[in-house]
């Protein structure tokens, strides 16, 4: 059997068995869909659930997606003619976006890649959004995407209104993009002046990691996290408490370093906290991102909201096929953990999967369906 049709199939009883949740506003909202491409079709609208799912179970798209942005007439085009009404603020975290030391093949995922994915979506939620933004737990939905990543809605009625130049900023804060540190260590007449812990911003919380690193770091972190030579470190510390004293009142001469060092230790700490996020999806307010609780037809897994970031395991609570036995034969040898068993595929050896891993399999190339 084709893989297309193999999935077409499963996803068909799927769809005619399970009802998938109409995300909020349904009626403002552009969905697209796709089985070839991720988007083949776009510029749909369904007025309630009900409609929602008599498309998924006529059509059995490989993939559905709705629009972070609100429309009055979401079906009209060009873009214009939709009249736009707002957009949730969206921030993506996918696999594919970072440079790890993973020797798989593009397509496929580890606990390296999901694991530096985890990080980033976390860091942008517990440093930035909620203690420097102001946002509360409960406003942070964050979606596994069925495949290599998360993102985070936000749907709040005050962040709707943003427009793209609103959202640039906010993208630009997060990961630090635009930060000038001569603005921020200068000299000022003979004294060198720069931020003070208790600033706002990153000039605060520049000035709050390298005090608190000078505090108690060792010459080796101090070089490392500073940019700066072992000898430098030691000059550093040589004078601690001096100098974490004087930044304090943002007096940065209580050592004497150039303005330049001190300079570049601003960019590369501020590098160091900031958080690699995927600018032109925050960007966009007309953005398509995957309807959530709808199956990826590139493996099979449920897109879904996950609840406890830090216990989600990529590989084993979104699984939600069946498990009925399907013949395969592997095109290529390679271990598959999915749910709470490794499968050992070796190319050429024909075996049975359950249905879900076989999904996975067969969507990512991995094996052709027998019979
Ligand atoms: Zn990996």
Same mark, same amino acid.
């Given at each position: 059997? @084709? +893989?297309? $049709?193999?999935?077409?199939? #499963? ?18 909202? $552009?969905?697209?869909?796709? !089985? /070839?491409?991720?988007? %083949? ?18 059509? *059995? ?10 429309? &009055?007439?979401? $079906? ?17 975290? %996918? ?7 993973? +020797?798989?093949?593009?397509?496929? *995922? ?8 985890? &990080? ?15 946002? &509360?737990?409960? /406003?942070?939905? =964050? ?15 005050? *962040? ?27 000299? =000022?007449?003979?004294?060198? #002046?720069?931020?003070?812990?208790? /600033? ?12 608190? @690193? ?13 940019? =700066? ?13 001096? #100098? ?57 897994? !449920?897109?879904?909201? *996950?609840? %406890?970031? &830090? ?5 084993? %609570? ?27 595929? @070796? ?25």
């Amino acid at each position: 059997m @084709e +893989t297309s $049709e193999f999935i077409h199939n #499963v996803l068909r009883s799927y769809y005619s068995s399970h009802t998938v949740p109409a995300p909020p506003d349904i009626a403002e909202r $552009e969905f697209g869909a796709g !089985v /070839d491409k991720k988007i %083949d079709w776009r510029h749909m609208s369904f007025m309630n659930e009900q409609q929602l799912n008599a498309y998924l179970r006529a059509n *059995v798209p490989f993939y559905i997606s709705y629009s972070a942005g609100y429309y &009055e007439f979401p $079906e009209a085009r060009p873009m214009q003619k939709k009249n736009w009404l707002g957009a949730d603020l969206i921030f993506d975290f %996918d696999a594919d976006e970072y440079e790890t030391n993973c +020797t798989h093949p593009k397509n496929m *995922v580890c606990d390296i890649c999901m694991g530096r994915v985890k &990080e980033e979506c976390i860091k942008v939620m517990e440093e930035f959004l909620i203690p420097e933004f102001g946002f &509360e737990k409960k /406003d942070l939905h =964050v979606m596994f995407s069925g495949n290599r990543g998360y993102h985070i809605h936000i749907r709040r009625e005050d *962040v709707r209104e943003l427009d793209q130049n609103a959202r640039k900023e906010i993208i630009d804060y997060i990961t630090a993009s635009g930060l000038k540190p001569e603005r921020h260590i200068r000299r =000022v007449g003979k004294r060198l #002046v720069g931020p003070k812990p208790s /600033d706002w911003g990153w000039p605060g919380k520049v000035a709050r990691r390298i005090s608190a @690193e000078i505090s108690s770091g060792s010459e080796k972190s101090i070089a490392r996290i500073m940019g =700066v030579s072992p000898a430098t470190a030691r000059k550093i510390l040589a004078k601690k408490e001096a #100098v974490v004293g004087g930044i304090a009142h943002g007096d940065w001469d209580q050592v004497s370093l150039s303005p330049k060092t001190w300079q570049r230790a601003f960019g590369l700490v501020a590098v160091g906290m900031s958080a690699d996020v995927d600018r032109a999806v925050t960007m966009d307010t007309s953005r398509l991102i995957r309807l959530p609780n709808s199956i990826h037809g590139g493996t099979g897994l !449920v897109a879904c909201e *996950v609840p %406890d970031i &830090e216990r989600f395991a990529y590989y084993k %609570d979104p699984v939600v096929l069946g498990d009925g036995e399907v013949r395969v034969i592997p095109t290529a040898t390679m271990d598959i953990p999915l749910k709470d068993k490794v499968f050992e595929l @070796e190319k050429g050896k024909q075996t049975s999967l359950p249905e879900y891993a076989a999904f996975y399999c067969a969507a990512k190339g991995l094996v052709k369906i027998w019979g």
